[in-house]
């Protein structure tokens, strides 16, 4: 029990501290579910080094080898020191997913919840502390006690065949056996490095990207502010031509300063988005419905909540799955009047899916010059946005609230 135990604890250590160092460059298609492995990595090292402890403190061990003193304190000392890395690095990391602002939860290997430690907010910083300090200190002591292990091994007094299967113990297999592990331990940490790395998929280049890409969301104006209305046509003059030309169809460019948003709730708490980047295709006239054309592609990889954890979270295979489906798109198929305002119906491409949505809105046309703002609900679970533990609508609901309001000139 104490070789398995102490292999197996081995591997798992190396593939964390190399997962744990390459999670902040991982590009954000990955990082979510890098972290979310990461955490259960982290718990089932948490498991094995309690057991390893039990096995250590009430099973019996072979006799102590004889050696300078200085040397068994120092072999003594990084024993306890990595007991204590195996167990406090897990516990660190479980506080900080308990204290995040965000508490996004966990599913062990995608299978066993993991509830929240019942700790305060003050804990966040000084377990996040910790936990970058334990990851320095593993290295350092695999390191020594690496050092050690092959310092008996040269010495010829065959310590190290303790923690190998009895056919290997002895020599000359030993010393295959010490090879094979050196090669499994490195392995492992490039296996954590290197697991979760794959570029990000690039979103096909827009043509004529309005500037409005770049434009921010104004988070303190109501998001489903209203243009004013059109303002109605004069009656006719008795000396006005009995017949007005309609206004033909007409391509609209998008100006700066658009924006398209999102409102859900997760866990009673409001949830405000947007998307940075977006295009809109507009070919429009009030009075030709019949001809007029929308269709606007969105980035999701644009997406902001106001936590960039959510945002992965988003971004990740659960909700959009930007690395194989990095765009929406809205297309109208037909555009009728409604009221002083009009509804656009169309379907929206999202997440490997297509459905109809009808999306309402009000125009202001004034010349050259258009003002436009508008809402839509988008049945999240139609597309498969938010699986698994997501897809409980008593936690997010199923419909979600877009909105968006730019301005237009006629080209």
């Not at 029990?1 to 604890?9: D, G, K, N, T, V």
């Not at 996040?128 to 006690?145: K, R, Y």
């Not at 007005?244 to 708490?269: D, N």
């Not at 202001?364 to 698994?388: E, M, N, P, W, Y």
Request: contains cysteine; glycine residues 8%.
């Amino acid at each position: 029990m104490a070789i398995l135990l102490h292999w197996a604890l081995a591997l798992l250590l190396l593939f964390q501290l190399g997962l744990g160092w390459a999670l902040e460059d991982l590009p954000s298609s990955t990082r979510f579910a890098a972290f979310q492995f990461h955490k259960s990595v982290g718990i089932l090292i948490l498991a094995l080094s309690l057991a390893r402890l039990l096995v250590r403190l009430f099973v019996p061990r072979p006799a102590a080898v004889e050696g300078a003193p200085a040397l068994k304190l120092l072999a003594g000392a990084v024993h306890w020191l990595l007991y204590g890395v195996m167990i406090v690095g897990p516990i660190t990391g479980w506080i900080l997913i308990s204290t995040a602002r965000v508490k996004l939860p966990t599913l062990l290997f995608g299978v066993v919840p993991l509830p929240h430690l019942p700790v305060g907010r003050a804990l966040h910083e000084p377990a996040e502390a910790i936990h970058s300090l334990v990851g320095l200190l593993l290295a350092g002591l695999f390191v020594l006690h690496v050092a050690g292990a092959l310092r008996h091994h040269l010495l010829r007094d065959d310590l190290i065949g303790r923690m190998m299967p009895a056919a290997i113990a002895r020599r000359p297999a030993l010393s295959v056996g010490v090879a094979v592990a050196l090669v499994a331990c490195i392995g492992a940490f490039l296996a954590g490095r290197l697991s979760y790395v794959r570029a990000d998929t690039p979103a096909a280049p827009a043509a004529d990207v309005p500037a409005e890409a770049s434009a921010p969301i104004n988070e303190t104006a109501p998001a489903t502010e209203p243009a004013a209305p059109a303002s109605p046509a004069p009656s006719p003059s008795p000396s006005a031509s009995p017949t007005t030309a309609a206004m033909p169809v007409r391509s609209w460019k998008v100006a700066p300063g658009g924006t398209l948003g999102f409102r859900t709730v997760y866990s009673g708490e409001a949830i405000n988005g947007r998307f940075a980047r977006w295009t809109a295709d507009i070919q429009f006239s009030p009075d030709d419905l019949a001809r007029s054309k929308i269709a606007v592609d969105i980035d999701l990889a644009s997406v902001s909540s106001g936590d960039a954890e959510r945002d992965d979270t988003l971004k990740g295979e659960d909700f959009f799955g930007v690395a194989a489906h990095p765009k929406a798109r809205f297309t109208a198929t037909r555009i009728r009047k409604q009221g002083s305002g009009y509804v656009a119906d169309g379907t929206l491409a999202l997440a490997g899916a297509s459905k109809p949505v009808p999306v309402a809105f009000t125009l202001k046309i004034d010349g050259d010059h258009a003002q436009a703002s508008g809402t839509a609900t988008v049945r999240r679970l139609a597309f498969g946005v938010g699986k698994g533990q997501w897809s409980d609508p008593t936690t997010i609901p199923d419909g979600t609230t877009v909105t968006f309001r730019f301005a237009a000139d006629a080209r």
